[in-house]
Nanobody, 121 residues
């Protein structure tokens, strides 16, 4: 059974930084594409960043240059380093396995609990 546990969220002032972590179990992590999504209050969940099993990365335009996704296959973990945070980054952040279908990244499996990130102005 796949289990994804996100951590590292919190309250930070605009301009600050946070590092999110996601611990995965129940999958052969090293051959999986992994992604971070976020959902702000009243909005649809959106893709933030993807890292493929070959370490290729993709980012939403809104976070390019500010966020960095990385992975540690030895620890079955994926990370999201967030810098220059803005109030509009406030959301619950989720990690999940992802697959590319017709050049569109789609989530695979069940969502975890997520971790809340709140950026104050």
């Amino acid at each position: 059974q796949v289990q994804l546990v996100e951590s590292g969220g919190g309250l930070v002032q605009a301009g600050g930084s946070l590092r999110l972590s996601c611990a995965a179990s129940g999958i052969i992590f090293s051959i999986k594409n992994m992604a971070w999504y976020r959902q702000a209050p009243g909005k649809q969940r959106e893709l933030v960043a993807v890292i493929t099993w070959t370490d290729t990365t993709n980012y939403a335009d809104s976070v390019k240059g500010r966020f960095t996704i990385s992975r540690d296959n030895a620890k079955n973990a994926v990370y999201l380093q967030m810098t220059a945070l803005k109030p509009e980054d406030t959301a619950v952040y989720y990690c999940i396995q992802a697959t590319s279908v017709s050049s569109t990244w789609l989530p695979v499996g069940s969502w975890g609990q997520g971790t809340q990130v709140t950026v104050s102005s």
